[in-house]
């Protein structure tokens, strides 16, 4: 059997966190091997490539993956076929599709985790994405605050700055990642007015139980980042023991959503598979209508009718 391990270099600042059960649960360490084997695409995202590294799915977005490198590997990673096929990123290719296709409002910058580029190498992506008159948002889809905070520093955040609006879009899944390192980087980062929101992957025996989530969720409005999405753990190779039921999910969310704050409460969403694209959902509230009237069940668990107009 073949095994490689040469993908799974961490930052060392991974390395002095990586003790932690939260942390050791999520990452490849450094010594761990994996079996090469045909990774799959979970989201078909092949097919929707129209330059090396852009990924056109939904009218009014793409998705660029500018490198397959992160500071730390994760163990449910959805483009692990990445880490062994990556494809390169076509920058000339890429910003002549952004050109010619004005549907397009929105560009995440994706990866492996575009903070591994140099801020060079950033700035070149940034600034011709920038130019591009109807690109309206900059997202930047990163690990970099659990994996490696230092890397935002006081030049990366002027560089940031000059081309705003950029919305930070950081992947954290528990509490064990919220260090003082990453905490410091965080108001950093919104010190300079830029947003920031957070992605959660719900993960068996890791956050699959609503106070580790609650506990997460509400520091991080704290510390000033909106939970904007806890996503269902794609399909994808190796994933099997990562993966959390609809209906876990569903109740984790439902008891999120009877006890803090909607701000500290992200959308729950999964992808279907072969593109079939995101699908959000609700614990289910309505139990009843006839008509206008409705019968409800609040977070209490208790039923009340309800008379619309
Ligand atoms: S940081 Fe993102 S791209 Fe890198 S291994 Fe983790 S999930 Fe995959």
């Known amino acids: 059997m073949k095994y490689t391990k040469r993908f799974f270099a961490?930052?060392?600042?991974?390395?002095?966190?990586l003790h932690k059960d939260g942390i050791k649960k999520q990452f490849m360490s450094p010594s761990d091997k994996i079996k090469k084997q045909k990774f799959n695409d979970p989201l078909n995202e092949a097919s929707f490539a129209k330059a090396k590294g852009l990924i056109?799915?939904?009218?009014?977005?793409v998705v660029l993956t500018v490198t397959n490198r992160c500071f730390g590997y994760c163990k449910f990673c959805f483009r692990k076929k990445n880490w062994f096929d990556f494809e390169g990123f076509d920058f000339e290719g890429a910003i002549d599709y952004l050109k010619q296709h004005t549907q397009i409002r929105e560009v995440l910058i994706s990866g492996g985790d575009p903070f591994f580029l140099n801020n060079a190498e950033l700035e070149k992506i940034l600034a011709a994405v920038r130019g591009i008159e109807h690109i309206e948002?900059?997202?930047?889809?990163?690990?970099?605050?659990?994996?490696?905070?230092m890397r935002i520093n006081k030049e990366t955040l002027s560089l940031l700055k000059k081309?705003?609006?950029?919305?930070?879009?950081?992947?954290?899944?528990?509490?064990d990642e919220l260090t003082l390192e990453f905490e410091q980087t965080v108001k950093d980062t919104v010190d300079s007015g830029i947003p920031v929101v957070s992605q959660t992957v719900l993960l068996k025996d890791i956050n699959d139980n609503s106070e580790i989530l609650k506990k997460l969720f509400c520091r991080l409005v704290y510390l000033g980042v909106k939970p904007y999405y806890l996503f269902g753990c794609d399909a994808a190779t190796g994933?099997?023991?990562?993966?959390v039921s609809i209906e876990k999910a569903l109740s984790v969310m439902d008891s999120l959503r009877g006890n803090v704050s909607g701000l500290c409460v992200p959308t729950f969403a999964f992808d279907l598979p072969n593109g079939g694209g995101k699908i959000v959902l609700e614990p289910q509230k309505?139990?009843?209508?006839?008509?206008?009237?409705?019968?409800?069940?609040?977070?209490?668990h208790t039923e009340y009718d309800y008379e619309d107009i």
Request: aromatic share 14%; net charge positive.
């Open 137 to 149: 948002v900059i997202r930047i889809g990163t690990r970099v605050l659990s994996t490696n905070p």
């Open 10 to 17: 961490s930052s060392p600042y991974l390395l002095s966190i």
């Open 163 to 175: 081309y705003k609006p950029i919305w930070i879009a950081i992947h954290i899944n528990h509490p």
């Open 56 to 61: 056109h799915r939904y009218p009014d977005r």
């Open 239 to 243: 994933n099997e023991k990562f993966r």
């Open 286 to 300: 309505l139990i009843k209508r006839e008509k206008n009237r409705y019968k409800f069940v609040n977070f209490e």
